[in-house]
C-alpha cells in the first residue's frame, strides 16, 4: 500500500523526500483529528435534525421563476438556517452576490443617518473599508452620515475592554465584530471570546447591534456567535455554509427586526422577502449546508496539516502548528515574495480546475495592493475550495484555506513544498533531523 502511495504521489510531482516529511507530520495528527471528528459529527447531527424539524421535502429542491412568489425551497431553507444558527430569523438568498454585499446588507440595513458604527476588534476586513467609508468610496456608510470609530487590539491580541466602554456614545447604534483574522495575523476569535465581547457591550448598552461577520467561522466550533449573544451573523454560501456546492451566495440570520430590515434593504421596501426568485438553485443551497460539517472539516485538517509542515520548516504559522482552531484559514509567514508566488503556483497547479495555469500578483477590485489568488475551483472564487490568497507586502504571508476534502487540501500543501523546493528556495528537513 505504502509503495502505490509514494507512486501515486511521484506521478503528481512529490518527490519521496516530500511525502516521506509529510507522512511524519501526519502521523502526528492523529489525536487531533479525531477531535475535530467528533465536533463534525455533532455539527452534521446539528444539520440533520434541522433539516427534519423542517420537513425538507423534494419539492423544496424545485425553484421559482419571475418575482419568485411562494417559493416554499427558499422558505423552508431560511427556517434551516435560522434553526441552526439559533436564530428568529434568516435571509439565505442568491441576490446576495458575495461575502461583502452580504455584510454591506446588514450593516446598510440596520443604520440610519447620525448613526455610529463601532469595530472593537481594530481593521475590519479590506473590503469592509469601503463600505464603511474608510477609504473614500462611493455609496459607503460615510456617504449617508453614519460615522465609523475602531478600537484596537491589545499586544497580545486581546480585546481593549477600557477602551470600548470610552468609545461608546449615545449615538453608537452597532458593532461590526470579525471572527475570522482575514488579512492579518492577529488572532481568530473564539465563540467564547466573542460572547465575552458581545456581554460586556450589552451590560453597557443592551441596544447596541451587535453584528459578527462569520466568514470561514461557520461550522468550526460546536456553537456560532448568534448563540452567544450576537443580534446577527453574516456570510458567503461560496465559503463554510454552502458545502463547495452553492454556485454564489449569502446569509444573514439574526434577530427577527434585524433580519427584515435586511430584507427590505436587498429588494424593496414593502417587496421584503417576498420575492427573489430562486431559478433552481435551492438544491445546491441545501445540499451543500448538509454537507458543509464534512467539507469545513477537511479544510480544517488541512490547515493543521500546513501548519504543522511549515512550522517544521521554520516559518511562522499563524494560528501555530498546535493551537486551537475558530476558523479554517491558514496563514504562512514568509517574509519574500518569491516563497509566497511559489507556494501559490503549488496550490494552483494542485487544482481540479485551471491545474495548468499560472497564477501572478494583480491589483484586485477591493484591496489596496497588488494581490495574488490561487484558485482552481468549480465555483470561481469560492475559497472553501483550495485555494491562497496573499496581498504582496510584508511580511508577505499567504492565507491558505480550504479544500473540499482533506486528502485534496493535504495534497495542495504538498505540491505548494514541491513548488518551493523546486524553485531551489528551501530545503527539506527530515522531521527527526
Ligand atoms: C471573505 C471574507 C469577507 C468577504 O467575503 P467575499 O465573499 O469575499 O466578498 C468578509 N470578511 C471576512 C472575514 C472574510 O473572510
Not at 497580545?156 to 452597532?174: C, H, L, P, Q, R
Not at 482552531?325 to 503549488?346: L, S, Y
Amino acid at each position: 500500500m505504502q509503495n502505490q502511495l509514494t507512486n501515486a504521489y511521484e506521478s503528481m510531482g512529490i518527490s519521496q523526500e516530500v511525502f516521506m516529511l509529510c507522512q511524519q507530520i501526519e502521523e502526528t495528527l492523529q489525536d487531533r483529528f479525531a477531535e475535530i471528528d467528533k465536533i463534525t459529527e455533532c455539527n452534521q447531527l446539528k444539520v440533520l435534525s434541522a433539516f427534519q424539524k423542517h420537513q425538507v421535502g423534494e419539492a423544496h429542491l424545485l425553484g421559482t421563476t419571475g418575482y419568485g412568489y411562494n417559493d416554499l425551497g427558499r422558505e423552508t431553507l431560511e427556517k434551516v438556517y435560522a434553526e441552526i444558527f439559533g436564530t428568529e430569523a434568516a435571509l439565505v438568498r442568491a441576490q446576495i452576490t458575495c461575502g461583502t454585499h452580504a455584510l454591506a446588507l446588514a450593516l446598510s440595513a440596520n443604520l440610519r443617518p447620525g448613526d455610529e458604527l463601532i469595530s472593537p476588534v481594530g481593521k475590519p476586513y479590506d473590503t469592509m473599508e469601503e463600505i464603511i467609508g474608510i477609504r473614500p468610496s462611493v455609496g459607503s456608510l460615510a456617504e449617508y452620515g453614519v460615522t465609523y470609530k475602531q478600537v484596537e487590539l491589545l499586544e497580545d491580541g486581546t480585546f481593549d475592554y477600557e477602551g470600548i466602554k470610552n468609545a461608546i456614545s449615545d449615538k453608537t447604534k452597532m458593532m461590526t465584530i470579525q471572527r475570522s483574522k482575514g488579512y492579518l495575523t492577529r488572532p481568530t476569535f473564539s465563540v467564547k471570546q466573542i460572547g465575552e465581547l458581545i456581554a460586556f457591550i450589552k451590560d453597557i448598552n443592551p441596544n447596541i447591534i451587535c453584528m459578527v461577520d462569520n466568514c470561514y467561522g461557520e461550522f468550526v466550533e460546536l456553537s456560532e456567535p448568534s448563540n452567544v449573544g450576537a443580534d446577527m451573523v453574516v456570510g458567503s454560501l461560496i465559503k463554510n455554509p454552502g458545502g463547495g456546492l452553492a454556485p454564489i451566495g449569502g446569509y444573514i440570520c439574526g434577530t427577527k427586526e434585524c433580519v427584515e430590515n435586511a430584507y427590505y434593504r436587498l429588494t424593496a421596501p414593502g417587496l421584503g422577502a417576498e420575492v427573489g426568485a430562486t431559478l433552481g438553485i435551492n438544491k445546491e443551497f441545501f445540499q451543500g449546508l448538509f454537507n458543509a460539517p464534512q467539507v469545513v472539516a477537511g479544510a480544517l485538517k488541512g490547515a493543521i496539516f500546513a501548519a504543522n509542515l511549515y512550522e517544521h520548516l521554520g516559518f511562522d504559522c499563524t494560528p501555530n502548528a498546535t493551537e486551537s482552531r475558530h476558523d479554517i484559514i491558514q496563514a504562512v509567514t514568509f517574509h519574500d515574495p518569491d516563497k509566497v508566488i511559489a507556494f501559490c503556483e503549488g496550490i494552483q497547479y494542485a487544482a481540479p480546475i485551471d491545474s495548468h495555469v499560472t497564477p501572478t500578483p494583480w491589483p484586485m477590485p477591493g484591496y489596496n495592493c497588488d494581490v495574488i489568488m490561487a484558485a482552481g475551483a468549480f465555483i470561481s472564487g469560492a475559497s472553501i475550495e483550495l485555494s491562497a490568497d496573499a496581498p504582496m507586502h510584508e511580511p508577505y504571508t499567504v492565507y491558505f484555506q480550504g479544500g473540499l476534502s482533506y486528502h485534496h487540501a493535504k495534497f495542495g500543501i504538498m505540491k505548494s513544498l514541491a513548488q518551493l523546493e523546486k524553485k531551489g528556495l528551501i530545503t527539506i528537513k527530515e522531521r527527526n533531523s
